[in-house]
C-alpha cells in the first residue's frame, strides 16, 4: 500500500477507526481499490521498463 500512496494512488490516509499504520498498511486491498491497483502495477512495469532501457533520468522525466 505504500507504494500505491507513493504513486498517488488509492487511500491518502488511514480510517478514521485508528488502525495502526502498519496494519493499515499491510491490509488487503478492497474490491474497489483492486481495479485501481491493476493500473497503477502496469504504470510501475512502464517506469521500471524505461529505467532498464533508458536509465532513471528518463524515468524520473517521464513518471514524476
Known amino acids: ?11 491518502a490516509a488511514p480510517p478514521r477507526q485508528a488502525l495502526p499504520l502498519e496494519a493499515y498498511v499491510l491490509e488487503k486491498f478492497t474490491r474497489a481499490e ?7 502495477v502496469k504504470q510501475a512495469c512502464r517506469a521500471v521498463a ?5 536509465g532513471p533520468q528518463a524515468v524520473m522525466n517521464r513518471f514524476n
Open 1 to 11: 500500500r505504500a507504494v500505491v500512496l507513493e504513486m498517488g494512488g488509492i487511500r
Open 34 to 40: 483492486r481495479g485501481e491497483v491493476s493500473g497503477i
Open 50 to 54: 524505461v529505467w532498464i532501457a533508458e
